[in-house]
């Protein structure tokens, strides 16, 4: 069975939240996927592959995800990465491509990953700090939207598997 790290750079758990669904539905498709804090990741090149996901503060990535990149560089280059970002606090991620912020694109070239997917993010109404704070006065709400963290989370279970049979898409009431 491949095995595939799933990796997360998140201040308030929402993109942690992401990560834990791509894993679960890469385990659907029959892979071995483990969700592990960049920190706790003891040897990259025990994986296949490796999925690395940030949210996205000022246009960057929080810097756990970064460091995690930078840590890895070599065995990363070596290997199938993804990665994916967030995130807009509106629609907009739902609503079509988002491209990667600059420096989540130079990151991307350092390791030659494969692919990126931004998703909607979250900002609880009672976020801690100033500036989060301020904004979610404005747009506190939840904007991660399970069908498109699940397509793309098979699509890329398709691409390492080719050929596979794929499991049922779960309705829309099973996703939530
Ligand atoms: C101070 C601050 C700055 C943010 N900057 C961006 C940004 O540049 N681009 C973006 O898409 N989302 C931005 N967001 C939204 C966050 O990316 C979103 O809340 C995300 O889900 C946070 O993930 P986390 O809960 O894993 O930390 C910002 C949020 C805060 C509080």
Redesign the pocket.
Known sequence: MMRVLVT??????????IARQVAEVLRTEGLDAEVLPPGDVVDVSAYDAVIVGG??????W?RTARHFVHRHVHELREMPVWFF?????DDSAAEGL?EP?AQVRALMEQVHALGHM?F????EAN?K?F??RA??RQRAGDW?DAGHIHRWARSLAEELQPGREESPVPTETELH
Do not use: C, D
Not at 120 to 123: A, E, F, N, T, V
């Open positions: 997360y750079g998140s201040k308030r758990g929402g993109t942690e939240g949210a996205l503060y000022a246009n960057r929080y970002s967030s995130g807009p606090l988002i912020t931004t909607g993010g979250r900002l976020a700090g500036i989060a904004m979610a991660r």
